[in-house]
């Protein structure tokens, strides 16, 4: 079996690649990876020298690159991580989002029909649903919820799983889709919530939280993640769509006092910033699919999942310096500099 994971080299798919190493020793990994701001090669470090793993630097719009590697390794299967994920870069400068979300997304399918596949799997979000009300706990989105997106980056997920699907419907292409809430975990990049907030907090810089920090997601830890996919793409059906989530509610204001206290530094670090524009309220999934029908459920609790995340980042201060003291700088002035 040979399984080609793009966007390897970023936070979900690196933890991909070293649950499938480590699953499956007989499957051949082959990671292609075009190493933007948030892919980094040293992540894949521990992996590099193992005979069944290959890193090719690629951007997966480029039909050419695409296709040379489809003819070298023949993939039985591609898992489709590679996107720019980040909603706030989204709203600053939409276009990469709709080149390599979409457009992407076709090339990769393309290759597919060219060279034929027994799966094309897309990781997709939550966020292709837009939001629910906070006073309406009893409300969850369900794979028949109606797509309703509220950001540019969200925008460009739902026109690639619209597509994903149409390849299905129109070329018989042997495809499923993922929606999987908020994940976290080790090398999750650190201009996103949970890491931004443990690196400024043990860095003893302000915490901003946007608007009242009222907004929830719905965090799993990303091992859940990854099995999920991995039970998809082997028992899950063609043509299908499945939900992704924990049951795992939160504010954003509670993450962050948490971090606060399992690191123990003061509260009085946290500062309320301008709001993100078209904000989502809430995100929560409803699992019962992927529970039904291929017996998923969380393994890891968010008590001890934020532990071990935290835990991580203090002992590989490395990574998440290096990454910081670079081009980040400049992204985290523009963004948060009068905020
Ligand atoms: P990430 O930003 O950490 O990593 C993205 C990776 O894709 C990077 O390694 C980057 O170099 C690579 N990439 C970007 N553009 C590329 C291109 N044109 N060609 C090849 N490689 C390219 O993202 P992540 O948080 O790991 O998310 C991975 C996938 O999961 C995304 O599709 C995202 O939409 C989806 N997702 C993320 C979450 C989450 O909470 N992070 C939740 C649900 C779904
Ligand atoms: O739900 C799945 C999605 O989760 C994925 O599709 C996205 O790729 C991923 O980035 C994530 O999107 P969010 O926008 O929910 O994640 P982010 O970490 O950017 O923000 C989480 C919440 O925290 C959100 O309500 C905004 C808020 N926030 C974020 C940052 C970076 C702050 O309050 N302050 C911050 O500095």
């Not at 990876?33 to 992540?43: E, P, V």
């Not at 018989?172 to 889709?177: A, E, N, R, T």
């Not at 980042?313 to 490395?318: G, K, Q, S, T």
């Amino acid at each position: 079996m040979t399984i080609i994971v793009t966007g390897g080299a970023g936070f979900i798919g690196s933890n991909f690649v070293f649950h499938m190493l480590n699953t499956y020793p007989d499957y051949r990994i082959v990671c292609l990876d075009k190493l933007t701001y948030a892919g980094n090669l040293s992540t894949l470090a521990p992996v590099m020298d193992n005979p069944k793993f290959r890193f090719v630097k690629a951007d997966i719009c480029d039909r050419e690159a695409v296709n040379t590697l489809f003819e070298e390794e023949k993939p039985d299967m591609v898992v489709n991580f590679a996107a720019e994920s980040h909603v706030d870069r989204s709203i600053e400068d939409p276009e990469i989002f709709l080149k390599t979300n979409i457009l992407g997304t076709a090339t990769l399918m393309d290759a597919c029909r060219k060279y034929g596949i027994k799966r094309y799997h897309q990781v997709s979000t939550d966020e292709v649903y837009g939001d629910l009300p906070l006073d309406r706990p009893d409300l969850f989105f369900t794979e028949d919820t109606p797509i309703h997106t509220s950001s540019p980056y969200s925008s460009s997920k739902a026109g690639a799983d619209l597509l994903v699907l149409a390849y299905h419907r129109t070329y018989g292409l042997p495809v499923s889709i993922s929606r999987c809430s908020n994940n976290y975990g080790p090398y999750h990049f650190p201009e996103k919530l949970i890491p931004l907030m443990i690196a400024n907090a043990l860095n003893n810089k302000l915490l901003p939280v946007y608007g009242e920090g009222i907004n929830v997601r719905d965090w799993l830890y990303v091992e859940d993640h990854c099995k999920a996919i991995d039970l998809i793409i082997h028992k899950g059906r063609v043509g299908e769509v499945y939900n992704v989530g924990g049951h795992n509610e939160m504010k954003n204001i509670d993450i962050v006092r948490l971090i606060c206290k399992e690191l123990g530094k003061s509260e009085e670090l946290i500062t309320f910033v301008k709001d993100r524009k078209g904000h989502d309220m809430r995100y929560a999934i409803d699992p019962t699919k992927i529970h039904n029908e291929l017996g998923w459920l969380p393994e890891t609790c968010f008590a001890d999942g934020i532990k071990k995340t935290i835990t991580w980042y203090l002992e590989n201060r490395a990574w998440w310096e290096n990454i910081i003291n670079g081009e980040y700088q400049n992204y985290y002035e523009r963004m948060y500099k009068d905020r």
